[in-house]
């Protein structure tokens, strides 16, 4: 079965960017996308088709998708991004996700 | 706007069964795909069921295949999920997933399912 891998944790300063990979075979072959989650929450998607941003997401939120990596990007951290951050993509109609990436500004 | 409230959560015994339901609106619900997504406690997202638009196909996690069963009903726009045999480590949050590789997946609020003696 297809598997995406993401680091447990990445931290930021605030106001700096932070970069979150997620990596699979052939990734960038298919669209990523990228959840926000903060404890209690439904995921919030932010990046669909690997780098467009849904309606009402801030502009700091970019993402990208290249050979097997793709990779979601916060410029200009700001406290309130501090959550849980899922990427997926679809293997022949299946959903799969990464296991989460917990990102820690400090 | 689109929604997907989910219903049916609960606390339920060790081999027991519990039944979820997903009522959607804000959009045609017969023009997409559907899945069950799960998170246990302190844990990441787990897709466990997929159900083409027309029924036709049906798929199930490893975790859930045998004991859980998808299903639609495109007149009342809503999803189900038959779940028996339930064990300690089906204890989730179960969330209604609307997915499309155009626009991404469009989630509920989710719904708790609490497998305890």
């Known amino acids: 079965s297809y598997e995406l891998t993401q680091p447990p944790s990445v931290s930021v300063s605030p106001g700096q960017a932070a970069s979150i990979p997620c990596s699979g075979d052939?990734?960038?072959?298919?669209?990523a996308c990228w959840y926000q989650q903060k404890p209690g929450q439904s995921p919030v998607l932010v990046i669909y088709?690997?780098?467009k941003r849904p309606s009402g997401i801030p502009e700091r939120f970019s993402g990208s998708n290249s050979g097997n990596t793709a990779t979601l990007t916060i410029s200009g951290t700001q406290a309130m991004d501090e959550a849980d951050y899922y990427c997926?993509?679809?293997?022949?109609?299946?959903?799969?996700f990464g296991g989460g990436t917990k990102l820690t500004v400090l | 706007e689109v929604q997907l409230v989910e219903s049916g959560g609960g606390l339920v015994q060790p081999g027991g069964s519990l039944r979820l339901s997903c009522a959607a609106s804000?959009?045609?619900?017969?023009?997409?795909?559907m899945n069950w997504v799960r998170q246990a406690p302190g844990k990441g997202l787990e897709w466990i069921s997929y159900?083409?638009?027309?029924?036709?196909?049906?798929y199930y996690a490893d975790s859930v295949k045998g004991r859980f069963t998808i299903s639609r009903d495109n007149a009342k726009n809503s999803l189900y999920l038959q779940m028996d045999s339930l064990r300690d480590e089906d204890t989730a949050v179960y969330y209604c997933?609307?997915?499309?590789?155009?626009?991404?997946?469009?989630w509920g609020q989710g719904t708790l399912v609490t497998v305890s003696s």
């Open positions: 997933a609307r997915d499309n590789p155009w626009s991404g997946i469009v």
């Open positions: 804000g959009f045609t619900f017969n023009s997409y795909s």
């Open positions: 159900i083409s638009r027309s029924s036709s196909s049906i």
């Open positions: 052939k990734l960038g072959n298919k669209y």
């Open positions: 088709q690997n780098t």
């Open positions: 997926q993509a679809w293997d022949s109609n299946i959903v799969v």
